[in-house]
Structure formats: C-alpha cells, structure tokens
C-alpha cells in the first residue's frame, strides 16, 4: 500500500475531528460567544450544510490543479478556517469559520479518495480507501475525545488551535508523503467529470449511501439519551461505550475494506441485512443493558464502515474522479442530515426507541436500491481509473 494513503488518513482525521468538535463544547463555545446552546447546535449543521452544498463547488475551483496541489490549497482553506475559530469573537464570526471548514473538508474528501484510486492498483482499491476512511473512524474513536478534554482544561479556543497543529502536520506530511502526478491534458475536463451524471443508475447508487449512512446517524446521533434514559447507564458510562464503538467502527471498516473489491454489491447487501437487524434489535431490546450493547456495537461494525464499499461501487458506476467522489461525499452528509433531523422529529412524537426504528426503515430502503445489482450479479470490474490521473499505480508503489 502507497504511504500517501495513511497520509491522507491523517489529513481526513484532521477535518473529522473539526467536524465534531463543536459538539463536545457546546456550554463552553455557548458561554464564551455569548450565545444559547441551540444556537451553537447550528454551528453543527451549518457545517454539515457547507460540506453538502458547497464542497462540489469548491471541488470544481482545484480540480485543474495536480492533486498534491489541489490538497495543499484545500489545507490552507481548512487552516484559515480553524484559526478563524480559534480567534472567533463574536457567533457571526464563528458561523463563517465553520462554513468555510465544512467546504474544505468536503472537498477534501473528494480530492483524496480520488487519488487513492490514482496511486493504488485497481483490486486493491475497496483496501486503500478503507485505510484512507480510518482517518474518519480514528475522528470520531479519538478525535473527539481528545479535542473535548482539551477544551474542557485549557479553553475551548485551545482545542481549536490543537486541530489547527494537526492540520499543519497532515498538510507537511501530505507535501512529502504524497507523490506529485500531473494532470492528463487529455482528460478530466469539466464536461467529463459532470456527464457521468447523466446516468440514472449513478443516482440510485449514491441514493443507497445516503440511507445507510441516514440509518446509522439516525441512532448514533441519539446514542447518549438512548443509552441513559432506556438502557439505564449511568452520564460517565456513555463516553465508554461510544469509545468501544468507535473501535467497533475501525474493525468493521478495515473488514469491509478486504472484501470491497471482489465482493462490492454482496458486502453492501449483507451490511445493510445486519444493520436493520441491529437497529431493530435495540428498538426493542433498549431497556436491557447487555443486549442494547450489543446492538450498538453492531451498528458500529455494519453501519459507516460500508465506506470502501459505497465508494467503489459509486466509482465503478460513474469513475473515479474528484467531482464524482465529492458528490458522494455530499450524499453521505445528506445521510447524516436527513437521520439526524429526522431523527428529532419522531422523538417528539414517539419518544427515543423511535430514531432506532428510523434507522431500520432506511436500512430496508437502502437494500432496496442494491437488490437490483445482487440480482444481476455481474462479474466484478476494477474501478475505472480517475480521468485526471498522470501516474501509473507502479510508479505510486515506487515513491
């Protein structure tokens, strides 16, 4: 495996850590920007937004650079945004800094999971992506954690400056670690990178990471009142089991990744069936503490970590270049948004088991959009190589 793929690891963990930050310090970021804790909440979604809406855009302003190039810019955009946060004094200020972090990020994702495909041999893609998706696992697994306990002893600006240091190592790391591949003159242009989206089956695929990415979010979001309220563990319990199924997370992504690329529809459609079974389970089984674990820990092991496999189908249906994989990265938000928001609705009306049977509804619908490619069985195809790319997996494997 190329070493620029656990560079770009370590670039992902930094934008996913950012992500979540704020929700770890919400009554100190409340308190320090003179603002409610609802309004620091749309600190959240804002960037969640930003990187739906906005991240394509910003993809399309660097996809004429080398990818290498097209990083360091998109590092520097994410780095003025953190340090932006960090001296933010008013909430209008922080505002902006989370919407230009959340563009960033998304165009991050992008730019990075299309050069994995660029520098990786074609069966082996589903693995370097899954190596690449740790960053996010490690995000939410230490991320968070770190940030949080950073902000809560030395200021919540002093977790925004500690982001701001791993971004400046990730963007040192990625001008060294990552070789420099031209761009093909002859191919990637705007044109090409947008007509792939007149294919109605592209859209069904990126429909089907939106619901299992909605199907896990809609119970993850509300794991903290779920696990307290009906489960009956204690406040200071709850960091424990989500740190345990943040590591749930990094297991099932590094399986997923082994077997994404032979065996991309089968692992999406069994992921899905075990995801709703999880869901279901802890709908119904909330009140008991052992089987509500267990759920939970499945959900972490079925539930995000299908990445390597979404993003090879997607790339396999459309290509792999840079608009494609941002777009993607946008329906995945999409997911987190719809599961999250929707989420709250069906708690006020059906109270907190709801969200779980949310989860298991979307599930379902997700296997639906796949049953159609498991019926037609094809034989399996390396992911077509991204239009921009210039270097040849052998010369990758050589740096």
């Not at 996809?63 to 008013?90: C, D, E, Q, Y």
């Not at 050069?115 to 693995?127: D, F, H, K, N, S």
């Not at 909605?214 to 779920?226: E, K, L, Q």
């Not at 396999?316 to 999250?340: C, E, K, Q, Y």
Request: some cysteine; hydrophobic content about 55%; charged content about 10%.
């Amino acid at each position: 495996m190329p070493r620029a793929v656990y560079v770009l690891a370590l670039g992902i963990f930094a934008m996913v850590t950012s992500e979540f930050v704020v929700a770890g310090l919400m009554p100190q970021m409340a308190d320090g920007l003179n603002a409610t804790i609802p309004q620091i909440g749309y600190l959240i979604t804002a960037f969640a937004v930003a990187m739906a809406a906005g991240g394509p855009f910003l993809t399309v302003a660097v996809m004429k650079l080398p990818p290498r190039t097209a990083l360091m810019a998109l590092f520097a955009i994410f780095l003025a945004g953190n340090v932006l946060a960090a001296t933010a004094s008013g909430y209008a200020t922080m505002m902006a800094a989370r919407i230009v972090t959340g563009i960033a990020s998304q165009a991050f994702f992008g730019v990075g999971i299309s050069l994995c495909a660029q520098i990786t041999r074609p069966e082996v893609r589903g693995r370097a992506i899954a190596v690449a998706m740790n960053g996010l696992m490690l995000g939410t697994l230490l991320g968070l954690p770190i940030s949080t306990l950073v902000g809560e002893h030395f200021g919540w600006r002093a977790a925004f400056w500690t982001i701001t240091l791993i971004t400046v190592i990730a963007a040192v790391a990625t001008l060294f670690g990552v070789p420099r591949i031209e761009r093909d003159q002859g191919g990637g242009s705007f044109r090409e990178e947008v007509g792939v989206f007149r294919k109605p089956r592209l859209w069904l695929v990126l429909s089907t990471s939106t619901l299992i990415i909605g199907a896990t979010f809609s119970a993850f979001s509300y794991f903290n009142p779920i696990l307290t309220d009906l489960a009956g563990f204690s406040a200071g319990t709850v960091p424990v089991l989500l740190i345990a199924y943040g590591a749930a997370t990094v297991v099932g992504n590094n399986v997923v990744g082994r077997f994404a690329d032979k065996h991309t529809v089968p692992v999406l459609a069994v992921g899905l069936v075990l995801n709703t079974v999880f869901l279901a389970g802890f709908a119904l089984l909330a009140d008991l503490p052992v089987p509500a674990i267990i759920c939970m820990m499945g959900i972490g092991l079925v539930g995000v970590t299908m990445n390597p496999a979404m993003a090879t189908r997607v790339q396999r249906t459309g290509n792999a270049g840079p608009m494609v994989n941002t777009v993607h990265s946008s329906f995945i938000t999409l997911g987190i948004i719809l599961g999250s928001s929707i989420g709250a609705v069906v708690i006020d009306v059906w109270g907190l088991r709801a969200p779980l049977w949310l989860g298991a509804i979307m599930a379902v619908a997700g296997l639906a959009t796949v049953l159609p490619d498991l019926a037609r069985r094809p034989a399996p195809e390396p992911a077509p190589a991204a239009p921009a790319a210039g270097a040849t997996a052998k010369q990758a494997e050589q740096v």
